[in-house]
Structures are given as C-alpha cells and as structure tokens.
C-alpha cells in the first residue's frame, strides 16, 4: 500500500480507487489519456506573461504583480505548489503594495492544465486571501472543472513520486 499523501484529505472510498489503479499501474496511463499536453513555459520571463495574461483575462482590476517566478525551494509538501506574497511599502507618504507569485519548480514540466491551475489559484489570492468559498467560486470562473483539475494534479505528484522512488530519485 503507498502512503497518498497528497490526497489525505479526501474520501477513503476514493482513496482505495487510487491505491487500485496505482496496483494495477494504470494510473500513469489515465493522466496521460486525461492530460496529454505538457506546456513549454520553461523561464520565469515566459511564466510571468503567461501569469499576466491569465490576470488580464480575468481579473483586470487587480494590483499589478511584480514578480512572477519559478521558485526551486518551494516544497511541494511542506509549504505548498505555489506562493504568493503581499509586500508592503511606504513610499514618498504613499502605501504600496506589491503582489508576487511564485511556483514551485516542479511545475517546469507538467501538463498545462495543471500549471494553470496552480496560477489560477495563486491569482485568486489577490482577491481572497482566505481557503473560502469565494476564493474557490473565484477559482472555479477562471478555470472551470477547478476542482477536479487539482485532484488530479495531486494524482500527478503521486505518479510522480512513484516514478521516483522507483529510480531511487527523490
């Protein structure tokens, strides 16, 4: 039995699916049939446009960001998939914010569906700072299917870690 624990805080019904595909090892081929497509967004230059394109898309009126990058020492387990940090400063007698997001490394090769969920949920952080339900009906308009797109993300970071363990990289 492997230790899911990226899906810890889902259902144990759905749990044991999973644990069955990964013992049948099916699950790898049901990402690749549901997500074929890997993305291309390899820099951080390349990110922060595809980062600013979804924001104007969506959410005009937000802040500016300014910065957008990869971020090899986000931990996927331990801290998160992603950050986005709210930095304030006064300048001249006026208060500034400034808005970064960064993802984690591990995104650098992944299906596109997943990287533009991990920056659909950073983006709606600058509207709700909260893990509420309007920060997830946020998350739902930019990127329908928001939350089915994230449980199979976490299935991917399991496949991932799989194919890890089995070539002794970790």
């Known amino acids: 039995m492997t230790a899911l624990k990226y899906l ?4 144990p019904e759905l749990q044991q699916r999973v ?18 497509k890997m993305h291309e ?21 937000s802040g500016p960001l300014s910065k957008v990058a990869y971020d090899n020492k986000i931990h ?5 998939l992603g950050t986005h940090h709210y930095v304030s400063r006064v300048q001249g007698g006026k208060l500034k914010a400034k808005n ?12 596109i569906d997943f990287l533009k969920m991990i920056v659909v949920h950073e983006l709606a952080h600058l509207k709700e700072r909260d893990h509420n339900k309007a920060f997830y009906n946020l998350c739902e ?15 991917y970071l399991t496949q991932r870690e799989l194919d890890q363990q089995k070539t002794g990289n970790e």
Request: hydrophobic share 35%.
């Open 8 to 11: 810890a805080g889902y259902a």
């Open 19 to 36: 644990q069955t595909m990964i013992d049948q090892n099916t699950l790898n081929a049901f990402l690749q049939q549901k997500h074929p």
């Open 41 to 61: 967004i390899r820099s951080d230059a390349a990110l922060r446009e595809y980062v600013v394109g979804l924001k104007n898309q969506h959410m005009k009126k």
């Open 76 to 80: 996927v387990i331990h801290n998160a």
């Open 100 to 111: 970064e997001i960064r993802i984690s490394t591990v995104f650098k090769t992944c299906p």
């Open 141 to 155: 308009n930019m990127l329908p299917g928001y939350h089915q797109t994230e449980f199979e993300m976490r299935l």
